[in-house]
């Protein structure tokens, strides 16, 4: 259903040019944002992107610990399937 009259700002903001409400909101993508995006290929994350391109976050021994533990499960499954483990 298409309404003529925009009820709020919110709804207006919402509108697209041809008057249809969209349910969907994106942001910018700043420039780092877009070299990240550049930069990785397919079944990538964050650890694979040079240093410069890095989240502070992907750089924390938190998230390091999670990536090892996370490394080391792939590893020993991949043991199971050949029968090494």
Request: aromatic share 10%; charged share 25%.
């Amino acid at each position: 259903m298409i309404y003529k009259e925009v009820a709020d700002s919110y709804e207006a903001q919402l509108r697209n040019q041809k008057g249809w409400v969209s349910e969907r909101y994106y942001s910018k993508i700043n420039n780092l944002q877009l070299k990240r995006i550049q930069a990785l290929k397919p079944k990538q994350s964050m650890k694979d992107l040079p240093e410069e391109l890095q989240h502070s976050s992907s750089m924390s021994p938190a998230f390091k610990q999670t990536q090892t533990l996370l490394e080391e499960l792939s590893f020993s499954q991949s043991l199971k399937q050949f029968n090494l483990f």
